[in-house]
């Protein structure tokens, strides 16, 4: 039986509802998991709590509780949530972090910890800090293997506004190069 | 077949929105209300394309009259509320069973009473789904706790309504309709889908209310020339007002006794780890799949837990329940209310105690909030 | 076979379910006056081949003239108290052949439905709504209605009502319905004509008919008789061509104005949805 719990969190504006969609919707459509995808957010579009919270097992009927209690895969892209909800985290879960926000001793030593600076990459490699988001994700995939880069690029053109699709396309590509390089 | 065709990535409004299309659903008017409204809009981009119709009215009231008007005149109709415009829509559920029009209300439960909690969960309409209306009827209430199930049920709701002419519920909860999961539309002939019986005689032998033997009268479809009569009123086979008792003894009984014998169509329900369940939990909706959890932890300690899980909330398989208590100690109703299903599985189980674990949280109890209510017992 | 259960005698007889009869009203009652001045329009219309009668549907809601959906021989329903227009336009859009009519009483229509009311004419709903406006809540003994005028006694107002009385003709305007028109039962052959042109209209028609109820209302002020109440309307009303249906005054003091105030021809709410989908 598997069950990965995956939190992702930041604040309002860096795509964490998106990110945590496309990742979903790439892993219902391209692998054989069980996909479980929640979020919560403030009131407020930008600045607030921003959170997507993914559940994946190997069937419906393993898919009991339908939320993260503890992750094993947390990924935070910025400080303030990171705070918050380090709880919620695993000990011995991978953690990847915003290095553009977050700083390594602000991280639990327990965790395996993976600082890149997702923000960072896609204002300057990728032309748009908003397409931070789709930079994590292509390092998630490159570093964890759940989920393909053509997966995550198909949920993409099939999700995404057409204007936006080729830059959201090219930060995965980005993300996805970084995270092989740091994986070898 | 690709597997992405047939594949959603979808909450369980959206993924009941697909059951509804799936069933044939033709007319749809609603009122905004948190949390169904993405419900309503995503069947206001789909049903037109389908040649179906989709309007917003001017309130719960307006779109329950409207799907009934439009049942008669041969829809396949419904509409999706939360509690404050189920609450609204009490007069015509009545008028619905009344009259025998195949509709179906989708009510996304949030925290209640009054206004509550808008963007909050909850299961406080179980007994609201039962006796919303005055007067004794019948009525089919379904609960999903996934998006998959409430695809599958919404297509099993339209064709109760259909089948037995009844107004059907479905109970679905403000932590389902906002959790995308992964959902398997599928197509006939690999899932069902039923029509209501048309009349088997000409208009002047039809007798719009005279029952078949399952209890079920064939419905006629306005301007088909049958020049039916839809009475609110006592009615007999003619659906003309009468005031005997003998008429109106048969009506109401019927009304409900129509659902009794076709039960087996209705009956729903799921068991895990019951065989041997020592403590046996029963819960419903998301709430139950925090209680399943509780049930695969323990029974991975050697603990004897089981889950007996209502699908068809009204009726309820009692039996089916009955059955799965024989061997517990104790029974724990676990829902996210003061004790509604309690007050049922505590009317059916008799020779053991049944314990209510209410919880009164306004997110998804995580396992750990329900132990702790349920410690005491344990 | 069809066996009517008595002869006919009656040239409407046909859109009658006679083994109904004898029917509820009370002598008096104007609720007849305008049910066989609906019957006449429509028999003159299938006359014509202008109109099938079996795609009529006939719904009432709840009150004296809510009972008249249960007399006549077409599809139809008695819905619950003021839902007959939303279950009219339910029916209509999921059967756009329909033709729909709501018939029933001003308690009904204005008062606990009078929501619907409005947005119906605001949509320009399909439906020929008659309103039979008696001015009281007859069916339940005699209580307030929102068409009592001012000052009156009823058994919820035993010191004279201190509302003011709707016009429904000016709610019908403001809110845009295509066809709007006030008679009474003092003109059943006006009232007919005006059935005729406008049912086979589309978009939200409203005929205003001005009742009378001598047992519920009459008698509680002071009219003994069915025809001294009948005599007090005749007197009140006032037909006036060619005004505004904002200057279509309705006080039962002064003046209670009658005629045919709006023509229009937009299109129907069904056609409107219809074309809108199209595109969609």
């Not at chain 3, 609906?38 to 549907?57: C, N, W, Y």
């Amino acid at each position: 039986m598997v069950r990965h719990e995956i939190l992702i969190a930041g604040r309002g504006g860096q795509g964490i509802l998106l990110a945590g969609y496309i990742l979903g919707l790439a892993l219902v459509k391209s692998t054989d998991y069980y996909v479980v995808h929640s979020e919560a957010y403030s009131a407020e579009t930008r600045g607030g709590d921003s959170r997507s919270e993914i559940v994946i097992t190997t069937s419906e009927e393993e898919a009991d509780y339908m939320k993260v209690s503890k992750a094993s895969i947390a990924v935070f892209m910025y400080k303030e949530q990171l705070l918050k909800y380090k709880s919620k985290v695993s000990k011995d879960a991978l953690v990847l972090a915003d290095s553009t926000y977050i700083t390594e001793d602000m991280l639990e030593k327990t965790w395996k910890k993976l600082l890149v600076p997702f923000s960072r990459i896609a204002e300057e490699q990728v032309g748009s800090i908003r397409v931070a988001n789709m930079v994590m994700l292509g390092v998630f995939s490159a570093v964890t293997g759940l989920v393909s880069l053509d997966g995550l690029k198909a949920a993409v053109k099939e999700s995404v506004k057409p204007g936006w699709i080729d830059i959201n396309l090219k930060a995965l590509d980005v993300g996805y190069n970084t995270g092989l390089k740091l994986k070898a | 077949m690709s597997r992405e065709a047939d594949i959603g990535f979808l909450n369980s409004n959206h993924a009941a929105a697909e059951g509804a299309l799936t069933a044939g659903v033709n007319f749809y008017a609603g009122y905004p209300i948190t949390p169904a409204s993405d419900l309503f809009e995503y069947l206001a981009r789909k049903m037109p394309k389908q040649g179906g119709v989709i309007i917003q009215t001017e309130d719960e009231i307006a779109a329950i009259n409207a799907i009934i008007g439009a049942s008669w005149a041969g829809a396949k109709a419904m509409t999706a509320t939360s509690g404050p415009g189920f609450s609204l829509m009490a007069e015509s559920i009545g008028f619905a069973a009344m009259v025998e029009a195949p509709i179906v209300i989708i009510d996304d439960m949030r925290t209640g009473p009054s206004t509550g909690v808008a963007t909050a969960t909850g299961q406080g309409d179980v007994m609201q789904a039962r006796w919303l209306s005055h007067g004794h009827y019948g009525i089919v209430a379904l609960a999903p706790f996934s998006a998959q199930e409430a695809y599958d049920l919404t297509i099993k709701a339209f064709n109760i309504a259909e089948r037995l002419r009844v107004p059907v519920v479905l109970l679905m909860d403000y932590v389902l309709v906002h959790t995308r999961e992964k959902v398997r539309l599928k197509k006939p002939p690999e899932v069902e889908v039923w029509s209501r019986k048309k009349p088997r005689v000409p208009p002047e032998e039809y007798l719009p209310f005279k029952p078949d033997e399952d209890l079920v009268p064939p419905m006629a479809t306005y301007g088909e020339g049958y020049r039916v009569f839809v009475e609110s009123l006592v009615h007999d086979y003619r659906g003309y007002y009468v005031t005997r008792d003998d008429v109106y003894e048969e009506l109401v009984k019927r009304l409900s006794d129509k659902i009794t014998v076709n039960k087996h169509i209705v009956l729903d329900h799921v068991e895990y780890y019951t065989d041997d369940a020592e403590i046996l939990f029963v819960a419903f909706g998301s709430t139950a799949r925090s209680v399943l959890s509780i049930v695969r932890h323990a029974r991975a300690r050697g603990l004897k837990y089981g889950l007996f899980r209502p699908i068809s909330i009204w009726p309820m398989d009692t039996d089916a329940l009955l059955k799965a208590a024989e061997n517990a100690r104790k029974i724990i109703v676990v829902e996210m209310n003061y004790g509604q299903l309690f007050l049922e599985v505590d009317r059916v189980i008799k020779d053991k105690p049944v314990y209510l674990a209410p919880i009164l949280t306004l997110d998804l109890p995580t396992p750990e909030n329900i132990l702790e209510v349920c410690r005491k017992w344990l | 076979m069809a066996v009517a259960k008595r002869p006919i005698i009656h040239p409407v007889d046909k859109y009658l379910r006679t083994e109904r009869l004898p029917h509820v009203w009370c002598p008096g009652c104007g609720i007849g006056i305008t049910l066989h001045a609906f019957m006449r329009a429509v028999k003159e219309l299938e006359d014509e081949g202008r109109i099938d009668s079996s795609k009529i549907l006939f719904v009432s809601g709840i009150g004296c003239t809510g009972r008249a959906a249960g007399y006549v021989n077409f599809d139809g329903a008695h819905t619950p108290h003021g839902r007959a227009i939303p279950y009219a336009m339910g029916a209509k859009l999921a059967r756009p052949d329909l033709i729909p009519v709501v018939f029933s009483g001003d308690g009904d229509l204005v008062g606990i439905g009078g929501n619907h009311f409005i947005h119906a004419a605001r949509r320009n709903m399909d439906v020929l709504v008659i309103l039979v406006n008696n001015m009281i809540y007859a069916l339940t003994g005699g209580q307030v209605a929102p068409t009592t005028p001012k000052g009156t006694y009823t058994t919820t107002t035993p010191f004279g009502n201190p509302d003011r009385p709707i016009n429904a003709v000016k709610i019908a305007a403001a809110a845009g319905a295509n066809y709007i028109a006030r008679w009474a039962v003092t003109h059943p052959e006006l009232l007919k004509n005006s059935i005729k042109k406008a049912l086979p209209m589309e978009g939200f028609r409203l005929i205003e008919v001005v009742s009378i109820c001598p047992e519920i209302f009459g008698r509680h002020i002071g009219f003994r008789a069915p025809i001294e109440l009948y005599r007090r309307l005749q007197k009140v009303v006032k037909i006036r061509g060619k005004i505004s249906p904002f200057e279509a005054t309705y006080d039962w003091e002064k003046e209670i104005i009658l005629g045919e105030f709006q023509v229009r021809n937009e299109p129907g709410y069904t056609r409107v949805l219809m074309e809108a989908f199209k595109h969609g």
